[in-house]
C-alpha cells in the first residue's frame, strides 16, 4: 500500500489556480490515483482519478509525470466555496477500496 | 437515486449503552465500509463488505460488529459505547470495478458520554 505525503494546509484567493501536490514514492505498477474533497460535517466526495499523465473533468486536472512518484491536483480560478479538505489516495483493483487509507489531508482555504 | 444514506444523523449514549448504526445504498454496488472520522483526522476504516454475504476487519474494528443484512444495506453495531468511540461515521459504497471509486452518505455524529 502506497503511502502518500501532502501538505497539510495551504491558502489561496478567489479566482486564483491552486496546486496540490501529492507524494506516493512507493507507488506500485498496478496503483490509481484518486483525489477527494470533504467539505465540513459532510462525507468525502470524488473529484478525480487518473493513472499517468494528464486527466481534466468539469472540477479539476490532475497531473501525473512519467516516474508517477508524484501528482498534482489543479483547481482552477477557486471560489469560497473550493474551502475544503483535499485527500490523496493510491490504491490498485481488485480490493482498491478496502485499501484505503486516509491521511489527514491538505485543508485549502480560500480568502475572499 | 438517493446513493448512501445513514440513520441516524445525530446520538448520544451513555457508557455501556448499545446501538445500531444504519447504512443503505441504491446504486447496486457490491462493497460497502464504515469509517470512523476524529476531529481534525483523516478517516480510518472499521470494516468493509467487498460482496454481500462477506464482511472484514480494517484499520480500527475493536469494539465493532457489523452486518451485511443484504445487497443494498450494511450495519455497524457498538455492543458497548466508550467515550473513546466518541466521532463521526460515514458509510460508504464502490462498485468494486476497476478503479472503485466510493461515494459516502453524510455521517452519523455519535456522542458517548
Known amino acids: ?33 484518486t483525489w477527494y474533497q470533504q467539505f465540513p460535517s459532510q462525507g468525502p466526495r470524488f473529484i478525480i482519478q487518473g493513472y499517468k499523465t494528464k486527466v481534466t473533468n468539469e472540477v479539476a486536472s490532475l497531473f501525473i509525470p512519467a516516474d508517477r512518484k508524484s501528482s498534482t491536483l489543479s483547481l ?37 | 437515486n438517493a446513493g448512501v444514506t445513514q440513520t441516524p444523523k445525530f446520538q448520544v449514549l451513555k457508557t455501556g449503552q448499545s446501538m445500531t448504526l444504519q ?33 472484514d476487519k480494517g484499520e480500527v474494528p475493536n469494539g465493532y460488529n457489523v452486518s451485511r443484512l443484504n ?26 470495478g476497476n478503479t472503485d471509486t466510493q461515494y459516502f452518505g453524510p455521517g452519523t455524529r455519535l456522542t458517548v458520554l
Not at chain 1, 80 to 102: E, I, K, M
Not at chain 2, 27 to 35: D, G, L
Not at chain 2, 77 to 91: G, I, W
Request: aromatic letters at 12%; proline letters at 5%.
Open chain 2, 23 to 55: 447504512c443503505a445504498q441504491d446504486m447496486n454496488h457490491n462493497s460497502m465500509y464504515w469509517y470512523r472520522q476524529d476531529p481534525g483526522m483523516g478517516l480510518r476504516l472499521i470494516y468493509y463488505s467487498a460482496s454481500e454475504g462477506t464482511t
Open chain 1, 76 to 112: 482552477p480560478r477557486v471560489s469560497l466555496s473550493d474551502t475544503a479538505v483535499y485527500y490523496c489516495l493510491v490504491g490498485s483493483s481488485p480490493l482498491y477500496g478496502q485499501n484505503f487509507v486516509f491521511g489527514p489531508g491538505t485543508r485549502l482555504s480560500v480568502l475572499p
Open chain 2, 71 to 96: 445487497k443494498r444495506e450494511f450495519s455497524l453495531r457498538l455492543e458497548s459505547a466508550a467515550p473513546s468511540q466518541t466521532s463521526v461515521y460515514f458509510c460508504a459504497s464502490s462498485s468494486s
Open chain 1, 1 to 33: 500500500l502506497a503511502k502518500t505525503t501532502q501538505p497539510i494546509s495551504m491558502d489561496s484567493y478567489e479566482g486564483q489556480e491552486v496546486n496540490i501536490t501529492c507524494s506516493h514514492n512507493n507507488i506500485a505498477t498496478n496503483d490509481y490515483i
